[in-house]
C-alpha cells in the first residue's frame, strides 16, 4: 500500500494570508516557503471579501481586494518557478451572484473560487455559524441543503472542508449518512471537487479528543461511492503548514479508494 508523507504533497489551491485577521504572512511568504519545499503550483484562497463587509472579523475588508490581487500579481513575477493562482474561499450568498460570477471571475479574472460553509442558511435564509452551531438534525440537513446549493451554482472549483459539519455535529448517524450522500452526489453531478483538508487533521493532532472533528473519514467513504472528485488541501494559515499533515490525507484518500482528481482541473477559467 502506498505511504504518502508530508512531502509527496505538491500542489495546494488553499492558501491564507494575513489579511483574514486570523493567518500569519503575505502572498511571498507563502511562495518562498512553497520554493523551499519544492512544490510546484500554489493557489491563493484568502477568505474573500464581500462588497458588504459582511462577516468582517475573519475576511479582508472589500476596499483591500486590489492590494490583494496586487500581492498574487506581483508574486507571479518574482517566483516564475511557481504556478500562482488567484482564488478566494466564499460562502455562497445568493442575492450576491453577480459579485462572484461578474467581478471576481469576471473582471478581477480570478483563476477560481472555493465554495466553503463556515456560515450557512436554513430554509428561511437564516445564516448561523458551522463553528459552535447547535447539533439538531435539522441543523445538519440546512448545511447539506447548502451545500448543494452551492455547488449547484458552478461558480466553484471545489468545496472547502465539506464535512465541516463534524463541528457541530457529534455522532455519525443516518443523518449524517444523507448529508454525506446529499453532497457527494451533487458533486459527482456538477464535476465539483471536494476536499480533505489537512488543517482538520492538524487540529485533531493538537485535541484529538475534542471537536473539532474532520476530515470525518465516514463522510469519505460515501464520496469515494458517488465518485465525485476530490483533492487534498492544506489550509495554510502559517507558511510553517504549507504541506502540514497533507501525506495524512492523501493517505486517508488511499484507504477509501479514492484517486485525486488532477490539479489541472483547478483554474481553468483563465486557460479556457
Ligand atoms: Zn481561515
Ligand atoms: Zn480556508
Redesign the pocket.
Known amino acids: 500500500m502506498t505511504n504518502f508523507v508530508d512531502q509527496d504533497f505538491k500542489h495546494n489551491f ?1 492558501t ?1 494570508t494575513f489579511r483574514c485577521k486570523h493567518a500569519k504572512g503575505d502572498v511571498a511568504d507563502y511562495c518562498a516557503r512553497a520554493v523551499e519545499l519544492g512544490m510546484e503550483t500554489l493557489g491563493f ?1 484568502d ?1 474573500s471579501a464581500m462588497p458588504d463587509d459582511r462577516w468582517i472579523r475573519v475576511r479582508m475588508h472589500y476596499e483591500q481586494l486590489d492590494d490583494y490581487i496586487d500581492a498574487i500579481d506581483r508574486a507571479r513575477e518574482d517566483f516564475p518557478q511557481l504556478n500562482i493562482k488567484k482564488g478566494m ?1 466564499c460562502e455562497y450568498v445568493p442575492r450576491l451572484h453577480h459579485y462572484y460570477e461578474d467581478e471576481l471571475l469576471g473582471e478581477r479574472a480570478f483563476d477560481y473560487l ?1 465554495g ?1 460553509a463556515h456560515f450557512f442558511t436554513d430554509d428561511n435564509g437564516k445564516w448561523s455559524g458551522t463553528y459552535g452551531g447547535t447539533t439538531s438534525a435539522k441543523t445538519l440537513a440546512d448545511f447539506a441543503r447548502y451545500s448543494v446549493e452551492m455547488i449547484e451554482t458552478r461558480l466553484f472549483d471545489f468545496i ?2 465539506p464535512d465541516l459539519f463534524g463541528n457541530c455535529y457529534p455522532t455519525w448517524d443516518a443523518n449524517t449518512e444523507a448529508c454525506a450522500r446529499d453532497i457527494a452526489q451533487a458533486a459527482a453531478e456538477n464535476g465539483v471537487g471536494l476536499e480533505i ?1 489537512a ?1 482538520g487533521l492538524r487540529k485533531i493532532a493538537g485535541r484529538p479528543t475534542a471537536f473539532p472533528q474532520y476530515p470525518w473519514e465516514p463522510f469519505w467513504t460515501v464520496v469515494a461511492e458517488a465518485g465525485a472528485p476530490v483533492l487534498v488541501n492544506s ?1 495554510a ?1 502559517r507558511p510553517d503548514d504549507l504541506q502540514g499533515r497533507a501525506g495524512d490525507a492523501m493517505n486517508l484518500a488511499h484507504r477509501q479508494g479514492i484517486k485525486l482528481m488532477s490539479p489541472d482541473l483547478i483554474g481553468r477559467r483563465q486557460a479556457a
Open positions: 488553499h491564507h484562497s477568505h474561499e472555493i466553503a472547502a472542508h483538508n488543517l489550509d494559515h
